[in-house]
C-alpha cells in the first residue's frame, strides 16, 4: 500500500531527529491496514549501512483510541519494554511517538526475521530442528511473562477480568446475535458451573498463540500482538495455546501443533516454580474455543451488515463448528454419524447443481488461483471454499436438517427446526440440566453434522483430542 507525501516528510522528520547517522528513508511500506491501527515496514539508509524498523500507529484522526478490549499503542509500546527487561523475546522499542510529530499515537520498534505463518511453523523442514523445544520455550516465557510487575499507571490502562467476568462478557456477546446455537450455550453453562478456584492475578498477554509468535532456528524470536493484554487468571494464556484452532491441522502435538502439555507445563514450572494442573488447562482450552467460536459468529455478523465488506468473512463465520467440535470433543466425547457420501450427479438434471458448483469451483483452484497475483490467488482460493461449502449444503443439508429436527422433536415435541432450536437454547440458558437424556447425543451429532459441511477435514471430526 503506498503512503502519501505528508506522512514520508513527518516521518522524516522523526527519523532525522532520533536515529544516529540518518541519511534517507528508502523504502515505506504500509503492511496492514486496521480499524484502529497500520503497521508499516520501513527501511533507512544510515551512515552506517541499512536499517529496517517496523512502525505501528494509529492515525490522527484515531487519537490514538484503542477499539474496545485492546489496549493504546503507548501502553503496548511500554508492555514490549518490560517484556524485554524480563527476558521474553520481542522487538525493541526505538521511539514512542509524541503528539508534536503530527503522525498519530504509535511506536517505533526493531524489525525482526523469522517465520510467523502457523501452517509454515508446524511443517517447515527448515523447523524441523527446533519444533520438539518449543513447547518448553513457550512454557518459559508464558511463566517469565506472568511475573512482570507493572506499575499503577500501566495496570490503570489494562483491564482486569475474573474468569466469570470473561466467559460472560463472551455469552453475552453471541447472545446479542440474536442466534440459537445450543452448543454455544451448554458450553457457557458448564464453564460457569466449572469456574477455576483462587486463581492468581497477573498480567495476561491474551492472545499467546501459534501465529502471533515469530520463529526461526534457533527458537522463538519474538512474541508478537500485545493489543489483548490484560489483567487476570495466567492459566488462560497457556490453555489458548493449546486451543485446536492454533495447530493448523496437527492435532496429536496439542501445544501449536509443534509440542506436547507435558514439556509446556515443565517449562512453565521449571521458570516459576509453580505447578499448573492439565485439569485446571482443560478449562482455559474449552473457553477458549468457546470464545473462538463465538468471534467468527460476530465476524459473519460485521459481514451481513455491511460492516466489513469482505469475501473471507462469511466463510470465517462458518469457522464456528470447528470450535464449537472441539468444545464437543473436551466435554461430551462420544459417538456420532457423518451422512454418507452423495454423487455429485445424483438426479436427473444435467448437469445438477452440485456439479454446476464443482466446475467452477475446480476453476477457481486449478486456472485463477495460480494466476501469479498473490492476494488475488488467495481471494480465488477462498471464494472456492465458499463454493464447496454450499455445495455440500446443497447435498447434505437437508437429512441433517431432518435428522436434527427429529432428534429435537424427541427432547421438546412437534415443532419448525428454527423454533426448537431456539428451545433448546431458551432451555439451557434457564438451566437445563447439561446432563438431560439425549442432550448431549444431540449436540454432538449437529455439531458433526454442521461442521462436515463447513470444513469436513477439520481433524475434530476424527474424534476426542
Avoid at 114 to 142: F, K, M, N, Y
Avoid at 221 to 239: K, N
Avoid at 256 to 276: H, K, N, P, R, W
Wanted: charged residues 25%; contains cysteine; hydrophobic residues 40%.
Amino acid at each position: 500500500m503506498s503512503v502519501d507525501s505528508r506522512f514520508l516528510n513527518a516521518m522524516k522528520t522523526v527519523l532525522e531527529r532520533e536515529l544516529d547517522g540518518f541519511q534517507r528513508i528508502e523504502e515505506c511500506q504500509q503492511l496492514t491496514a486496521g480499524a484502529s491501527q497500520e503497521t508499516y515496514r520501513l527501511r533507512v539508509a544510515t551512515e552506517e549501512g541499512q536499517r529496517r524498523y517496523a512502525f505501528r500507529r494509529s492515525p490522527t484522526s484515531e487519537k490514538g483510541a484503542p477499539i474496545p478490549g485492546q489496549v493504546g499503542l503507548a501502553t503496548e509500546a511500554k508492555l514490549l519494554q518490560l517484556a524485554e527487561k524480563a527476558g521474553i523475546p520481542v522487538p525493541g522499542v526505538v521511539y514512542l511517538l509524541k503528539d508534536s510529530d503530527e503522525l498519530g499515537s504509535g511506536f517505533l520498534m526493531q524489525w525482526l526475521d523469522g517465520e510467523t505463518l502457523g501452517q509454515r511453523i508446524v511443517r517447515s523442514e527448515a523447523l524441523a530442528g527446533v519444533r520438539p523445544h518449543l513447547a518448553r520455550q513457550c512454557g518459559d516465557v508464558l511463566a517469565r511473562l506472568h511475573a512482570i510487575e507493572i506499575d499503577e499507571d500501566t495496570a490503570a490502562s489494562l483491564p482486569t477480568v475474573s474468569p466469570a467476568a470473561l466467559v460472560q462478557e463472551t455469552w453475552d456477546a453471541y447472545r446479542v446475535l440474536d442466534i440459537p446455537v445450543p452448543m454455544i450455550d451448554f458450553t457457557a453453562r458448564w464453564l460457569l458451573e466449572h469456574l477455576p478456584a483462587d486463581t492468581r492475578q497477573t498480567l495476561v498477554h491474551g492472545d499467546f498463540r501459534n501465529g502471533n509468535l515469530m520463529i526461526d532456528e534457533s527458537g522463538i524470536v519474538a512474541v508478537l500482538d500485545w493489543e489483548l493484554t490484560q489483567i487476570g487468571d495466567p492459566v488462560r494464556d497457556l490453555g489458548w495455546l493449546c486451543v485446536n484452532s492454533w495447530r493448523f491441522g496437527k492435532d496429536d502435538l496439542p501445544v501449536g501443533g509443534f509440542g506436547t502439555i507435558e514439556d509446556l507445563l515443565a517449562g512453565y514450572e521449571e521458570t516459576s516454580g509453580i505447578t499448573v494442573s492439565e485439569e485446571e488447562l482443560r478449562f482455559w482450552q474449552v473457553f477458549g474455543s468457546f470464545w473462538w467460536s463465538i468471534t467468527t459468529l460476530n465476524m459473519a455478523h460485521t459481514w451481513r451488515t455491511g460492516d466489513t465488506p469482505s469475501l473471507e468473512r462469511p466463510v470465517i463465520g462458518r469457522r464456528s463448528s470447528e470450535a464449537q467440535m472441539d468444545c464437543v470433543n473436551l466435554l461430551i466425547p462420544g459417538d456420532f454419524e457423518l451422512p454418507p457420501e452423495i454423487k455429485l450427479a445424483e438426479g436427473t438434471q444435467l448437469p445438477m447443481p452440485a456439479e454446476l458448483l464443482e466446475g467452477v469451483r475446480t476453476f477457481l483452484t486449478e486456472d485463477v488461483a495460480g494466476g501469479g497475483d498473490e492476494r488475488f490467488g488467495f481471494l480465488a482460493k477462498v471464494a472456492a471454499n465458499s463454493l464447496g461449502i454450499a455445495q455440500r449444503e446443497l447435498l447434505y443439508g437437508p437429512a441433517l436438517a431432518h435428522s436434527e429436527q427429529q432428534r429435537l422433536s424427541a427432547l421438546f415435541g412437534e415443532g419448525s427446526l428454527d423454533d426448537l432450536r431456539w428451545q433448546l437454547s431458551r432451555e439451557l440458558r434457564k438451566g437445563l440440566e447439561l446432563t438431560t437424556p439425549g442432550l448431549a447425543a444431540h449436540l454432538r451429532s449437529t455439531v458433526a453434522g454442521q461442521l462436515s459441511i463447513d470444513q469436513p477435514r477439520y481433524p475434530a471430526l476424527r474424534g476426542t483430542d
